[in-house]
């Protein structure tokens, strides 16, 4: 079975901020913008739709209005990908080319290949965990994963590429590793060039 990582360049604060917030201005730009992307994610998940969980567009809204939400731990899912899509409408894509599809533990593969030039500020595997959905909102045990890299940490880990640059003791990846380890790079300029701005990423 493979998976996919899809990484949004965004200010995580502010999109944090949206949760809860009761703002009805992201909902009418998903119904806008996301309205055969929801009736898709409708038609995949009719079998758990049909068992109580939330519509996608219902799920959104709950997450917009911080609830209610299914109580049912099986439904928790539908927020994640709720989450995402609102990191979807209110970040920028980056590509993801390295990272979609993928099989076992490529996530961690890369970050050895991270490792191995010295950064560590950041982790890409981090996004196949939970810990980057906003507080409060309900995690699924299996999917979609989240992760976040503040700004900070995107500043810092280029700033650990640099060093193994200029001290000459970055390694030599084999080149699938060495292709996703650029592209993560690629992600960490466009962020530094960008004040506040970080990377969510999701895994599904």
């Known amino acids: 079975m493979s998976s996919s990582l899809n990484a949004f360049l965004l200010d995580p604060v502010a999109t944090r901020g949206l949760v809860g917030s009761g703002d009805e201005r992201p ?13 898709s994610a409708d038609d995949w998940f009719s079998y758990e739709i049909e068992n109580g969980a939330p519509r ?19 439904h928790a899912f539908q927020y994640g990908y709720a989450y995402q899509r609102l990191c979807s409408l209110h970040g920028r894509f980056l590509d993801n080319s390295s990272f979609s599809p993928f099989r ?6 890369v970050d050895k290949g991270l490792a191995a ?12 965990y939970g810990g980057g959905l906003p507080a409060g909102v309900p995690r699924s045990p299996e999917f979609p ?13 280029l700033a650990e590429f640099e060093r193994a640059e200029r001290d000459g003791t970055a390694t030599e990846l084999e080149r699938d590793v060495a292709k996703a380890v650029t ?6 300029r466009r962020a530094a060039e960008h004040p506040g701005l970080g990377v969510v990423g999701f895994v599904s």
């Open 56 to 74: 996608a567009a219902e799920a959104l809204r709950a997450l917009v209005h911080g609830g209610p939400y299914s109580a049912d731990r099986d």
């Open 27 to 39: 909902l009418r730009l998903a119904a806008e913008r996301l309205r055969d992307e929801l009736a």
């Open 104 to 109: 076992g533990a490529w996530l961690d593969v």
């Open 145 to 157: 994963g989240c992760g976040e890299w503040t700004h900070e940490q995107c500043l810092a880990a």
């Open 117 to 128: 030039l010295g950064v560590a500020a950041v982790s890409v595997a981090e996004f196949g």
């Open 183 to 188: 592209d993560v790079r690629g992600w960490l």
